[in-house]
């Protein structure tokens, strides 16, 4: 299955290394960033709702979605790094990032139909429910897909710079998340056969 820009995020890792020392340096609990990055999600999302001008919304959608995809890989290597690594702080980890994709997804309200950005919610958490349903029956953790993570923020801040298309843009989101459901659903059969 293709890893899609989750492909990216060991190079990622690598340029946070030096936030990462300073946040274990200064004591930061994981669980702050997880909760900062859903408080970021929760952001973009009021951005996507209130900031009317696409320049300005766009720029300020990336930097927030940018920040929540920064706190969502730190949280997990700082645990890791400090040894402060719990199986409930995964559980927390999951939630957040669960969360932060649904506050951040929530701004669609102001811009699509509500049974859309209802769909989209829904479909947006599948590719992560799969992942989970896979691991917890003994397959190891699947990541990437056409629309993970990193390409559903993506979705949305090209919705932020081109409101007028947030109904196709959310009908891609939808679709993309779908899909990536399925080959990861696939992958997991695959795994456990």
């Known amino acids: 299955m293709s890893r899609g820009l989750y492909a990216l995020k060991p190079w990622y890792a690598d340029r ?16 702050a960033l997880t909760g900062a990055g859903v ?7 009021v951005a996507l709702a209130t900031v009317h001008h696409p320049l300005p919304a766009a720029v300020l959608v990336a930097a927030l979605l ?40 929530a701004g669609c309200f102001a ?17 992560s429910w799969v992942a989970l ?10 990541n990437g897909g056409p629309v993970g993570k990193t390409e559903r923020c993506l979705l949305l801040v090209l919705i932020a710079a081109a409101p007028a298309y947030a109904v196709p843009l959310l009908t891609a989101l939808t679709a993309g998340s779908l899909l990536t459901s399925a080959l990861r659903l696939r992958t997991v059969r695959k795994a456990l056969s």
């Open 16 to 31: 946070l290394a030096g936030t990462r020392r300073w946040l274990a340096a200064h004591d930061v609990a994981p669980d």
């Open 39 to 45: 408080g970021f999600g929760a952001l973009a999302g």
């Open 66 to 105: 940018a920040l929540r995809l920064a706190a969502a890989n730190l949280d997990g290597a700082l645990a890791r790094d400090t040894g402060r690594g719990t199986r409930f702080g995964a559980v927390v980890n999951e939630l957040g990032d669960r969360g932060a994709d649904l506050a951040a997804l």
């Open 111 to 127: 811009l699509a139909p509500p049974w859309l950005v209802l769909l989209a919610m829904l479909a947006a958490t599948a590719p």
């Open 133 to 142: 349903a896979g691991a917890a029956a003994g397959a190891t953790r699947i």
